[in-house]
């Protein structure tokens, strides 16, 4: 092993290319790209879903109160039928 | 000290160390850019050179490995996209281009380079911190969080897988 460590203490340091500082400088001053956060993607879809969910709940409770309506009706024609003077 | 004065004080150091992970130019230069991004961020943390040195160490130590984990990652994706199953060793690095290598040796450092590449990291780090960057066992147990002890013992089973490599390499 001794002289395979040998030559890989042969490799030479070299100098880092000019272009690294350029292409760090783009890096710092290139906007940020604006990214909704996850925690607001998910706020609004909790808000969308409880939307959804009382307007089905709404949608239920006014068709049962029409129904109870209609069935109060027809009570009320029964009893007009069973009425004798 | 502002970020010009860091960035002049260490970027061999960063850009020749990520050379060490990668063995090729673009992407040490790619590592070493995405070290410095970081440096940028947190560097107003550190009052002491010495530490700020170990930090910027140990950062390039794990920004070379996520940068090789993630092309290992892509590479797979890629040649499973392509349906391609002609090759599955992907701990090898194809384009080996590393200029501190003299001519001379270039082929026998690519062989050890593509054992080393094959190493568990934790081995990999303590070979190349040890062996190439000449560093002390003190300095690296410092870079790797760890005590000389552990450094050392990770040396030797890296020594022990290499040879191992080796000879099953020459064997073949």
Same mark, same amino acid.
């Given at each position: 092993?001794?002289?395979? #460590?040998?030559?890989?203490?042969?490799?030479?340091?070299?100098?880092?290319?000019?272009?690294?500082?350029?292409?760090?400088?783009?890096?710092?001053?290139?906007?940020?790209?604006?990214?909704?956060?996850?925690?607001?993607?998910?706020?609004?879809?909790?808000?969308?879903?409880?939307?959804?969910?009382?307007?089905?709940?709404?949608?239920?409770?006014?068709?049962?109160?029409?129904?109870?309506?209609?069935?109060?009706?027809?009570?009320?024609?029964?009893?007009?039928?069973?009425?004798?003077? | 000290?502002?970020?010009?004065?860091?960035?002049?004080?260490?970027?061999?150091?960063?850009?020749?160390?990520?050379?060490?992970?990668?063995?090729?130019?673009?992407?040490?230069?790619?590592?070493?850019?995405?070290?410095?991004?970081?440096?940028?961020?947190?560097?107003?943390? #550190?009052?002491?050179?010495?530490?700020?040195?170990?930090?910027?160490?140990?950062?390039?130590?794990?920004?070379?490995?996520?940068?090789?984990?993630?092309?290992?990652?892509?590479?797979?994706?890629?040649?499973?996209?392509?349906?391609?199953?002609?090759?599955?060793?992907?701990?090898?690095?194809?384009?080996?281009?590393?200029?501190?290598?003299?001519?001379?040796?270039?082929?026998?450092?690519?062989?050890?380079?593509?054992?080393?590449?094959?190493?568990?990291?934790?081995?990999?780090?303590?070979?190349?911190?040890?062996?190439?960057?000449?560093?002390?066992?003190?300095?690296?147990?410092?870079?790797?969080?760890?005590?000389?002890?552990?450094?050392?013992?990770?040396?030797?089973?890296?020594?022990?897988?290499?040879?191992?490599?080796?000879?099953?390499?020459?064997?073949?």
């Amino acid at each position: 092993m001794k002289e395979e #460590f040998d030559i890989l203490n042969k490799i030479k340091k070299v100098e880092a290319p000019d272009s690294l500082w350029n292409g760090i400088q783009m890096a710092i001053h290139q906007p940020v790209a604006e990214i909704v956060p996850i925690s607001w993607i998910r706020l609004a879809a909790a808000i969308l879903v409880l939307s959804l969910v009382t307007e089905i709940y709404t949608l239920v409770q006014t068709n049962q109160s029409y129904k109870q309506q209609e069935i109060s009706s027809l009570v009320n024609i029964n009893q007009n039928a069973l009425y004798h003077e | 000290m502002n970020f010009e004065e860091i960035y002049r004080e260490h970027k061999n150091l960063v850009y020749n160390l990520a050379l060490q992970y990668t063995q090729n130019t673009q992407d040490a230069e790619e590592v070493a850019q995405d070290v410095f991004l970081k440096v940028y961020e947190k560097f107003g943390q #550190f009052k002491e050179a010495a530490a700020l040195k170990t930090w910027i160490y140990r950062i390039t130590v794990n920004q070379s490995l996520d940068y090789i984990k993630a092309k290992k990652r892509k590479k797979r994706w890629s040649l499973f996209t392509a349906k391609s199953i002609e090759s599955d060793d992907h701990s090898s690095i194809p384009d080996f281009n590393h200029p501190g290598v003299e001519l001379e040796n270039k082929e026998e450092v690519e062989r050890l380079f593509s054992l080393i590449n094959e190493l568990p990291e934790n081995q990999k780090t303590a070979l190349i911190l040890l062996k190439i960057e000449g560093l002390s066992q003190v300095e690296a147990a410092e870079i790797l969080e760890t005590s000389p002890k552990a450094v050392e013992s990770l040396f030797q089973r890296a020594k022990k897988n290499l040879a191992e490599k080796l000879r099953q390499s020459e064997g073949k």
